[in-house]
């Protein structure tokens, strides 16, 4: 228990815990990780996902908090009237959620150029509603960072941008950084992904999250991850950097504090 003190700072930024993966054992899910962490952000994904983070944040008031998005996968195939919801639920409940996310684009699962033009479309959507509340946006990019980087150039009132799970090459991350307004979240693949670990090796930890993206991104394919393996990305980033945990620690827990006022 010596490293109680030291360890309760920490921060989820990024989790799915309104997934039926936790159907059977949410409440012990979440008590694990108050055990051990300040504070989760649960993102939606989805109108459905949007109420389920919503009522998991009134249920544990001042520990979990919500963020409402739609994820780029599926806005490909959404309707208007599926958009149109999201964004009149993002308004309605805007003093409620710490964020707009988990939005953006997929280039990884989606190559056919009209559905990739659809998510840029809804994507921007959301960049216009961030712009128009002033409030963080969180994203998912994969395999089109540098893209996301020069659209995001168009809205100077957004007040931080959040490259979820950030995968990019370095020289883009450095575009991030030179922003001064912009984050990369590091997840539990730095457990055992190279790439990310030579990314963060050199990213400056003043641009730095830390998230678990639970159920995905466990140790093992099989596995189920879950918040309270947060901590196992903060022990990484310490090694790899050379760092000590606190400091880790303090320095990423400080930026979602910041970004996301908790």
Do not use: W
């Amino acid at each position: 228990q010596e490293t109680g003190d030291l360890e309760c700072n920490m921060i989820d930024t990024h989790c799915h815990i309104d997934f039926e993966d936790f159907d059977s054992d949410r409440e012990e899910v979440i008590q694990r990780a108050k055990d051990n962490l300040d504070h989760v952000i649960v993102s939606g994904y989805s109108n459905d996902s949007n109420m389920k983070v919503l009522k998991l944040s009134k249920d544990n008031e001042g520990f979990i908090y919500p963020t409402f998005g739609f994820h780029p996968v599926s806005s490909q195939n959404a309707t208007q009237e599926d958009i149109k919801i999201a964004h009149e639920n993002v308004r309605k409940y805007i003093d409620d959620i710490v964020a707009i996310g988990e939005v953006g684009m997929d280039y990884f699962y989606v190559s056919d150029k009209d559905l990739r033009e659809r998510q840029e479309e809804i994507f921007r959507g959301f960049l216009d509603l961030a712009n128009e509340y002033k409030v963080p946006i969180v994203m998912h990019v994969r395999d089109c960072e540098k893209k996301a980087v020069n659209i995001i150039e168009d809205y100077e009132d957004i007040p931080y941008f959040v490259f979820h799970c950030y995968g990019g090459i370095l020289k883009t991350a450095k575009r991030i950084m030179n922003r001064g307004d912009s984050y990369m979240s590091f997840s539990t693949m730095l457990c055992y992904s190279k790439h990310h670990q030579d990314l963060i090796e050199k990213i400056d930890l003043n641009y730095v999250l830390t998230e678990t993206d639970s159920p995905y991104l466990a140790m093992r394919k099989e596995d189920r991850n879950e918040p309270v393996n947060v901590m196992k990305a903060v022990h990484k980033i310490a090694e790899i950097k050379n760092m000590d945990v606190a400091s880790v620690d303090e320095i990423t827990t400080n930026n979602a504090r910041k970004i996301f006022k908790i």
